[in-house]
């Protein structure tokens, strides 16, 4: 259990010194779950994990909580991309 804590903490010093790092990654992701929610609101059909389809209301539901959710991760990664929060 050190091992694993001593290699978090370099890392979280390490994210620290380049917290941009971490805004692309959060920008990627977001902007993947917007695409993913958008196609799924588009298209009225999505794919969950573990290959579970829907359709109708219930995959728009799904979309626009990818959506949401995409945004929020986009917003957060522009923040830390730009340097208005970091993560001391």
């Not at 001593?6 to 805004?23: C, E, F, H, M, V």
């Not at 692309?24 to 794919?47: D, K, P």
Request: aromatic share 12%; glycine share 16%; no cysteine.
């Amino acid at each position: 259990m050190t091992l694993y804590a001593a290699r978090n903490r370099a890392l979280s010093q390490w994210l620290q010194k380049n917290p941009q790092i971490a805004g692309v990654v959060f920008i990627l992701i977001g902007g993947f779950s917007i695409w993913t929610g958008v196609r799924a609101l588009q298209t009225g059909e999505a794919t969950l994990k573990w290959g579970i389809e829907l359709e109708g209301t219930s995959a728009r539901f799904v979309g626009g909580f990818w959506v949401l959710l995409g945004g929020g991760l986009a917003i957060l990664g522009l923040v830390l991309l730009l340097g208005i929060w970091n993560f001391s």
